[in-house]
């Protein structure tokens, strides 16, 4: 351009290097924002699984309980019967 | 006047224009932010039809950098006060104001005695606090984090593209006093694709108030 002046090459290096800079920036905050919103559906989805867990233990525990106390009744009422028929 | 430079004028009038219009469609009910930036459109649509006007009259073309200059003093101004409004920082509203005065000196003690004159320093700065600004708020965007997706937010769009405008219009409001005073450049390339890059940035934020004409029909509909 107009005698071939470095100057303009500058001028376009300058330019262009602003630019990318730019847009680079604008590309860095939407990929930031996307991982940022990945992790956060991550940590949400392991506090699903992790109280999904929890309660599934407490129903465990609560049932086998249960098991217990009804074979505890049951040995025990039945012994009694036994022992009142001898 | 070459032809690529004079459609390059009417293009990114026409750019500017289509801000003004989309602003304006629901004037009522859109937010501060969005009016500032619709009196911006309609302000630069002012500012360029003058500078048409003058570069065709070859009698009062003294005055093209006078309308050039006052031009960059307004639109600093109005988009200070765009951000401003955008920010929910009290920190960065005060920064805001610092700017506005800071660059109000500026102005007033470099252009007496200069008005006939393509200042570069007035434009270098005015880009230099765009940049700034524009910055500022990813940052506070990024700091509250939003859930939605970014890309649906018309505030995103409109400084993105003010950031790269902007941005890769500081070289050449840099050097442009260089260009006329001892290069002896007319302008007429790099002033065609100044525009051309303009006309796109335009186009960015014409997006951004798109998005923001369907939010507020959104609402609209729901509220009736």
New interface residues.
């Given amino acids: 351009m107009e005698g071939g002046n470095p100057f303009y090459l500058l001028l376009a290096i300058g330019t262009a290097g602003m630019l990318v800079m730019a847009v680079a920036i604008v590309a860095f905050i939407l990929y930031y924002q996307k991982r940022m919103l990945n992790e956060k559906l991550k940590q949400h989805q392991m506090e699903i699984e992790h109280q999904e867990n929890t309660l599934r233990m407490t129903l465990e525990s609560q049932e086998n309980e249960r098991k217990r106390l009804a074979k505890d009744l049951h040995d025990g009422v039945q012994a009694m019967l036994q022992a009142l028929r001898l | 006047m070459n032809d690529s430079y004079a459609i390059s004028i009417y293009v990114q009038q026409a750019g500017s224009l289509l801000i003004a219009l989309l602003g304006v469609v629901y004037f009522l009910k859109r937010h501060l932010p969005i009016k500032l930036l619709s009196f911006y459109g309609f302000n630069s649509v002012l500012f360029q039809t003058a500078s048409t006007i003058i570069v065709y009259n070859h009698k009062a073309r003294l005055y093209l950098n006078l309308n050039g200059n006052i031009y960059t003093l307004v639109e600093t101004l109005i988009l200070l006060l765009f951000f401003f409004t955008i920010y929910n920082s009290r920190i960065a509203k005060s920064l805001i104001l610092v700017f506005a005065s800071g660059y109000l000196i500026l102005y007033f003690t470099l252009m007496p005695n200069h008005w006939t004159e393509l200042e570069s320093s007035i434009r270098t700065t005015r880009d230099l606090i765009v ?1 700034v600004c524009s ?1 500022m708020y ?1 940052y506070f ?2 700091r509250e ?3 939605g997706e ?2 649906k937010y018309p505030m995103f769009w409109i400084v ?1 593209a003010m ?2 405008f902007f ?6 409001s ?2 442009i006093q ?2 006329v005073k001892v ?1 002896h ?1 007319d302008l007429a ?1 790099l002033w065609t694709m100044r525009n051309t890059f303009r006309f796109v940035f335009c186009l960015v934020v014409c997006y951004g108030l798109w998005l923001d004409l369907r939010q507020v029909r959104t609402n609209l509909t729901l509220t009736k």
Avoid: C, Q
Avoid at chain 2, 167 to 172: D, E, K
């Fill in positions: 940049i910055l990813f965007l990024l984090m939003p859930t970014i890309t993105a950031l790269s941005a890769g219009t500081f070289a050449l840099v050097s260089y260009l290069l450049n390339l």
